[in-house]
């Protein structure tokens, strides 16, 4: 089966700079795409970055200019580098991606989620 698990996540003051990971394990033929959310607790879980196997790549408003998503397709990894953090970037980010594995089986697959803590 093919998986995805988020790293990268920690503490970092306001105005700096985190990198989260998102690798895909498993027998994998094609990344379609790779999503990042976050979700506060009470709070609908958001999209806040995305990107194709292409490159293409979007991102919501609230992160534009400050978020940047990449694709390593020689190590199946998603990217999200994030600068200028704000407090409300507080989150547990997830990654989801639209994955193909050699079987030829599509699926989407949640990782299980890394937290990231913007303090004042």
């Known amino acids: 089966q093919v998986q995805v698990a988020e790293s990268g996540g920690g503490l970092v003051q306001v105005g700096g700079s985190l990198r989260l990971s998102c690798a895909a394990s498993?027998?994998?033929?094609?990344?379609?795409?790779v999503d990042w959310y976050r979700q506060v607790p009470g709070k609908q879980r958001e999209l806040v970055a995305g990107?194709?196997?292409?490159?293409?790549?979007n991102y919501a408003d609230s992160v534009k200019g400050r978020f940047t998503i990449s694709l390593d397709n020689a190590k199946n990894t998603v990217y999200l580098q994030m600068s200028s953090l704000k407090p409300e970037d507080t989150a547990v980010y997830y990654c989801n991606g639209d994955l193909v594995a050699t079987t030829g089986y599509r699926s989407r697959s949640w990782g299980p989620g890394t937290q990231v803590t913007v303090s004042s």
């Open positions: 498993g027998s994998i033929w094609v990344i379609n795409s």
């Open positions: 990107i194709t196997g292409g490159g293409s790549t």
